[in-house]
T-cell receptor, first 110, second 114 residues
Framework: RKEVEQDPGPFNVPEGATVAFNCTYS??????FFWYRQDCRKEPKLLMS???SGNEDGRFTAQLNRASQYISLLIRDSKLSDSATYLC???????????FGAGTRLFVKA | ETGVTQSPTHLIKTRGQQVTLRCSSQ?????VSWYQQALGQGPQFIFQ???????GRGNFPPRFSGLQFPNYSSELNVNALELDDSALYLC?????????????FGPGTRLLVL
């Protein structure tokens, strides 16, 4: 079993749609959680950190459920520019090993 | 832009050769992590350097080694290259802390092993 698992996708949605990505992690000692975005042939860029209380940044909402070891990302009112791969990232203290999921590809169409 | 730079941008090597990739961290950052990203996969953690020492390692063989310099820049060395080493190699800089700090990635080096 992979340490961080994401919906494989791809997700094909029309502009204006709401789309949700799910991610599960296996190591209960994980302490830091992030969503990164990666455009084709580019480096990953931080989209948002994920906090236990949940957090929102504009059209993006991230949730963390430690009991279920589950992270989610909700994108509302999708834009064409949201088309990218979304990477779920889990960090551990002690060695600072960081685990990336394989990513979920999103295509937003006009 | 993140301020993290990597060189070279592209590289072609043959099996059995050795390669050195370089990374300059963002100003104010003292930690560098290296990742390997194969096509269609997420980045895989190779190792992290802090205070010029390895501070955590993923499931990569010893032929993957690194260095960090006093100015916090870093090198990734891969010996005895194999075809499966073909990938995008990313470095990320961050500030060392109790929690995993946000990492800022460089543009990567694309390595092709023939």
């Amino acid at each position: 079993r992979k340490e961080v698992e994401q919906d494989p996708g791809p997700f094909n949605v029309p502009e204006g749609a709401t789309v949700a990505f799910n991610c599960t992690y296996s190591n209960s000692a994980s302490q830091s959680f992030f969503w990164y975005r990666q455009d084709c042939r580019k480096e990953p860029k931080l989209l948002m950190s994920v906090y236990s209380s949940g957090n929102e940044d504009g059209r993006f909402t991230a949730q963390l459920n430690r009991a279920s070891q589950y992270i989610s990302l909700l994108i509302r009112d999708s834009k064409l520019s949201d088309s990218a791969t979304y990477l779920c990232v889990v960090g551990h203290t002690g060695g600072f090993k960081t685990i990336f999921g394989a990513g979920t590809r999103l295509f937003v169409k006009a | 832009e993140t301020g993290v730079t990597q060189s070279p941008t592209h590289l072609i090597k043959t099996r059995g050769q050795q390669v050195t990739l370089r990374c300059s961290s963002q100003s104010g950052h003292n930690t560098v992590s290296w990742y390997q990203q194969a096509l269609g996969q997420g980045p895989q953690f190779i190792f992290q350097y802090y205070r010029e020492e390895e501070n955590g390692r993923g499931n990569f063989p010893p032929r993957f080694s690194g260095l960090q310099f006093p100015n916090y820049s870093s090198e990734l060395n891969v010996n005895a290259l194999e075809l499966d080493d073909s990938a995008l190699y990313l470095c990320a800089s961050s500030r060392y802390g109790v929690r995993q700090e946000t990492q800022y990635f460089g543009p990567g080096t694309r390595l092709l092993v023939l």
